[in-house]
């Protein structure tokens, strides 16, 4: 039986797909197929779009990192954007904005630009990291961050602020989803 469901789930992706869409994405549904509310989820995900362009006007990697890395110590305020204080999201909207770029103020907005990359291991400095299930919600994703490579990214904890943690640490593990490539 699950068989058949994960080998349904992937047909059933398939039109949905671009040809850029059809390798992270459909891997998602797999990964997932034995949950079907994350099924669900997912394609409701899909359907708002995903894999969308971003004009990064010329900006790096590591511009992105090394402005992001300015809120270190900055403490968690939910809506914060600011180095007064700043919550997940407003650490990608911040950094972004310091180079004209506008991007959604919702970790579910930005999950939307960039390459799907599913594996943790294909992860380069840059990539958008994305998480689910870190709190109650209707939301897919929950919370992001920013890719430092060697397993690490920048992120605001609710605790702790503007932090930088390992992505293979039991918690995050657990929770990742995804990262995406803009670059």
Request: hydrophobic share 40%; aromatic share 14%.
């Amino acid at each position: 039986m699950i068989k058949r469901f994960v080998f349904l789930v992937v047909i059933l992706a398939a039109p949905y797909c671009t040809n850029a869409q059809s390798g992270g994405f459909a891997q998602l549904l797999w990964l997932y197929s034995h949950d079907r509310v994350m099924v669900k989820r997912l394609k409701n995900f899909r359907r708002e779009g995903i894999e969308r362009h971003l004009d990064l006007h010329g900006l790096t990697p590591n511009q992105l990192i090394d402005t992001a890395k300015t809120f270190l110590g900055t403490p968690h305020c939910m809506g914060g954007t600011t180095h007064r204080c700043i919550d997940c999201s407003g650490l990608l909207y911040a950094s972004f904005r310091k180079f004209g770029i506008i991007v959604p103020h919702s970790s579910q907005g930005i999950a939307r630009y960039g390459r799907i990359i599913v594996d943790m291991d294909s992860l380069s400095p840059g990539d958008l990291v994305f998480f689910v299930g870190t709190y109650n919600t209707s939301k897919l994703i929950t919370h992001s961050g920013i890719y430092l490579g060697d397993y690490q990214f920048i992120h605001t904890s609710y605790r702790r602020g503007v932090i930088v943690s390992d992505l293979r640490s039991d918690y995050y593990k657990k929770h990742f989803i995804f990262g995406t490539r803009i670059f």
